[in-house]
């Protein structure tokens, strides 16, 4: 089996699994008279739609590049880029952790300001500019989910 077949089954595979998510969190429980957009099964509903349509763009690009050759080496080749990638994924396992033990917006901007370092070209690096678009972000998220919609954050030896 080719490259191409595999991304197509996968990408059948994914859409499958979206499906099944957005049925499966019909069945999460729900708030009678609140925002629809506040009950459990929402957020899982547009991940569902979200990775039906990007496998479904998985298949479409498969069948496409069956008909179009092009010899560009793949991403994960180099040294670099897999070091990339085993730090977001060391990061992403870390956070809940941190999460714990600091409590939410301080992991949330240790966690971003990290990752946005690591991710950034190294002549681009601005520290400022890293350091405030973590900050902002930390604090938009904590003012719309803590304190307009009421959501319970994690809280550790910081905020």
Partial sequence: MTRKNMDILAGIGFFAFAGLLYIASGFMPTRDG????????FYPRMLAIILA???????????RKQYVQKDVEAWWTTKAAFSLFAV???LLVLYPFIMKFF???TASLIF???LTWML????????LVI?????ALTVIV???????LAIPFPQGMLI
Avoid: C, Q
């Avoid at 904590?142 to 307009?148: A, P, V």
């Fill in 53 to 63: 349509v990007l496998s479904v763009l998985m298949i479409i690009e498969s069948i």
């Fill in 34 to 41: 609140g925002i629809a957009a506040l009950n459990t099964g």
């Fill in 103 to 105: 409590g939410f917006a």
């Fill in 112 to 114: 971003i300001t990290t």
């Fill in 142 to 148: 904590y003012i719309i989910f803590k304190m307009i």
């Fill in 120 to 127: 950034s070209d190294k002549s681009h690096r601005r520290p």
């Fill in 88 to 90: 977001t994924l060391v």
């Fill in 131 to 135: 350091g405030g678009i973590s900050l």
